[in-house]
């Protein structure tokens, strides 16, 4: 798993300015909030350099989600 300093250098090797022109979403209010949650994701997998598949196989090894754990049955 990537650590804060790794982020950091990953950010500081990929400057990206323009946030919100760079990751594209269908409304204006959801936009700029899924284009952050975006790039947080590709600066932590190091995958700016990534596309399609690739990107999502790499987000798969470095984010783990085991799914809702609240859905437990009383």
Excluded: H
């Excluded at 990929?14 to 959801?30: G, M, T």
């Excluded at 984010?63 to 049955?73: I, L, V």
């Amino acid at each position: 798993m990537t650590n804060l300093l790794q982020a950091i250098k990953t950010i500081i090797d990929n400057p990206l300015v323009e946030v919100k022109a760079y990751y594209n979403a269908k409304n204006r209010i959801n936009s700029v909030g899924e284009a952050l949650e975006n790039y947080i994701k590709d600066v932590f997998a190091d995958s700016f350099s990534l596309i399609g598949l690739e990107r999502l196989e790499r987000f798969n090894q470095v984010f783990s989600y085991t799914g809702n754990q609240n859905n437990s049955k009383l």
